[in-house]
């Protein structure tokens, strides 16, 4: 039966979303959200008094339950009978991270280890685990300087095996009861198919793994703690596990799974992709030159390469861990949206909220408008972005935010205005360590909730870059993403735009035809374009001399930033 349509979810931090999307033109039938049912644990929900500093912790029940609630929404909304739905694929934040048990049960959910705080789901963000890996960087530079090329030369916390190796320092009880330490992407494909499946990119780009080599050698494990030697094997699921692409396919939805979600049993389940990676595919962007800018809690900056460079401080350097046939590059930004949310809760005075009910808006559109008002450096503000670390191209979460120039007559408004120049200045100094490698960063598409929300945001990243962004209206990219990438696994005799084969070996060149080919049809084509105002990025240039100047020297050069971090309990 050829099928005509395909599902793509996206699972980021706080909420999961969904759509329904047709085959042939990529016609978003209906969508839907769902916030999670817990959200970010606290210590009470853990049985703790207090947490250490840089813990974040979630329940990974919470991603089944929205699983459910969002096909269910679906197939309700649209009135689409599930039999002619053909495939779907996920992507999440990386890396989050859980242990379960041999039946896939998360280790929070039984008795014995429901006051254990390692046994519930580490977020992305989870950044206490940063002294392991830093063990890590310096034991890759003795076993394994290629790889550790891959991911920048510094291995970071938000990567799977630091938050794994520090669940063994910390809790035995749960690291020995654990049978694996998934991905929660990975935890949801092995649930949906029955099988052990392992997410390519996401081994990739966040779990020391190469398609050829596998994981880093026994050597390195042991030189850590003799009991971690086989850990790939004994703890990852190396050794039996399939290791599936994006574009490739999984497997089907088990009888039970189907039942619950209320789709067919034939459904095929393609390999996942990392959050901000999906949205590639949905944006019409296949090929090299492109960037896209995912903006949200934090932001991703994703570009692909014909060639590989070795760039410092990048998240991660894999080969077609993105697109097929290409060198999928990633850097980032680990505070955007949550920076802002933390100066909104924290820092803005009540005559500030009050004035924003009186015109009837929300605190973030008052404040953007009052900002709009001011002309760069104006203020007499600069910030570094880092309220949850640098993430590129320094990769060090024990730096922390700094706003340079406060005074007695500094407004909430000019605060707010040098936050967003800080996000923006941060992109561009990532741009220029990218371009002095040779690799030209044509064309900037952005997406995310808000690039659609704050059009000054979005005007100040071109006035900074000196590069005109291109913002997709599309709200829910990176789940459309999935949705096309679920049509290049589908194979063309059942309406997809894969090779007629289900099974067996392809070229590359068939896979990134595939997805080309998914792309041209169903990508997104609703956008405008913020173009750099001229003198405005005249005065950016001058002011990003004196940010790089900070960048510099808090990032490189003055500790006092990870000391004050050390102190803090």
Not at 172 to 183: M, N, P
Not at 199 to 212: I, M, P, Q, V
Not at 445 to 461: D, E, R, S, V
Not at 504 to 509: H, I, K, L, N
Request: with cysteine.
């Amino acid at each position: 039966m050829r099928k005509k349509y395909v599902i793509g979810l996206d699972f980021g931090s706080l909420s999961a979303r969904g759509v329904l999307v047709a085959l042939n033109n990529g016609k978003i039938l209906t969508e839907a959200v769902t916030a999670y049912k817990r959200g970010i644990l606290s210590a009470t929900d853990v049985g703790s008094k207090e947490l250490p500093p840089d813990t974040v912790l979630v329940d990974a029940m919470d991603y089944w339950y929205a699983l459910r609630q969002l096909t269910g929404k679906l197939i309700e909304q649209s009135g689409v009978d599930p039999k002619e739905i053909g495939a779907m694929g996920i992507d999440f934040t990386a890396s989050t991270v859980l242990p379960v048990d041999r039946n896939l049960i998360p280790l929070s959910e039984k008795a014995e280890y429901r006051w254990h705080f390692h046994a519930y789901t580490k977020l992305w963000k989870h950044h206490s685990a940063s002294p392991w890996a830093e063990q890590l960087t310096e034991l890759l530079k003795k076993y394994d300087r290629e790889l550790l090329a891959v991911y920048g030369n510094r291995i970071s916390a938000e990567c799977l095996i630091p938050k794994v190796l520090e669940i063994f320092e910390k809790d035995r009880k749960v690291y020995d009861g654990a049978a694996y330490f998934l991905e929660a992407a990975d935890w949801l494909l092995c649930k949906l198919t029955g099988k052990q499946i392992r997410s390519a990119s996401f081994a990739l780009c966040k779990g020391l793994w190469r398609e050829k080599q596998g994981y880093p050698e026994a050597g390195l494990f042991a030189e850590i703690a003799p009991e971690l030697e086989n850990i790939p094997e004994q703890k990852l699921g190396a050794k039996n596990a399939l290791y599936i692409y994006p574009w490739e396919k999984a497997g089907t939805l088990t009888e039970e799974a189907a039942e619950e979600l209320k789709l067919c049993a034939d459904t095929i389940v393609t390999g996942a992709q990392m959050d901000a990676h999906a949205g590639l595919p949905a944006l019409g962007i296949t090929d090299a030159g492109k960037v896209l800018l995912v903006v949200g809690t934090s932001t991703g900056i994703i570009f692909q390469g014909k060639s590989r460079k070795e760039i410092q401080g990048l998240c991660s350097i894999a080969d077609y861990c993105d697109l097929p046939e290409l060198i999928g590059y990633a850097a980032g930004q680990a505070s955007t949206g949550d920076c802002l949310e933390w100066f909104i809760k924290n820092s803005v005075p009540g005559y500030c909220q009050e004035q924003a009910r009186e015109a009837g808006k929300d605190i973030f559109s008052w404040l953007s408008e009052q900002a709009e008002k001011l002309k760069p450096g104006q203020n007499g503000l600069l910030a570094l972005d880092w309220w949850n670390g640098n993430r590129s191209c320094l990769a060090d979460q024990e730096l922390s935010g700094l706003i340079l120039g406060l005074g007695l007559e500094t407004r909430p408004e000019e605060i707010y205005r040098a936050l967003l120049e800080a996000c923006a200045f941060g992109v561009k100094r990532i741009f220029k360590e990218v371009e002095q490698y040779g690799i030209p960063l044509k064309e900037i598409h952005a997406c995310g909730g808000i690039t659609q929300k704050n059009p000054l945001f979005m005007q100040i990243y071109a006035d900074v870059t000196g590069k005109k962004i291109i913002v997709h209206r599309c709200e829910q990219a990176p789940a459309l993403g999935m949705a096309i990438y679920a049509a290049a696994a589908l194979p063309s005799v059942k309406g997809g735009y894969g090779s007629g084969a289900e099974e067996g070996p392809q070229t590359e060149a068939v896979r990134h035809a595939a997805l080309s080919a998914a792309s041209a049809n169903m990508q997104s084509r609703d956008f405008e374009v913020y173009t750099p105002q001229e003198e405005y990025h005249r005065v950016y240039e001058s002011m990003g001399e004196e940010f790089d100047r900070l960048y510099d020297y808090f990032g490189m050069e003055n500790h006092v930033m990870k000391k004050l971090k050390q102190r803090q309990w």
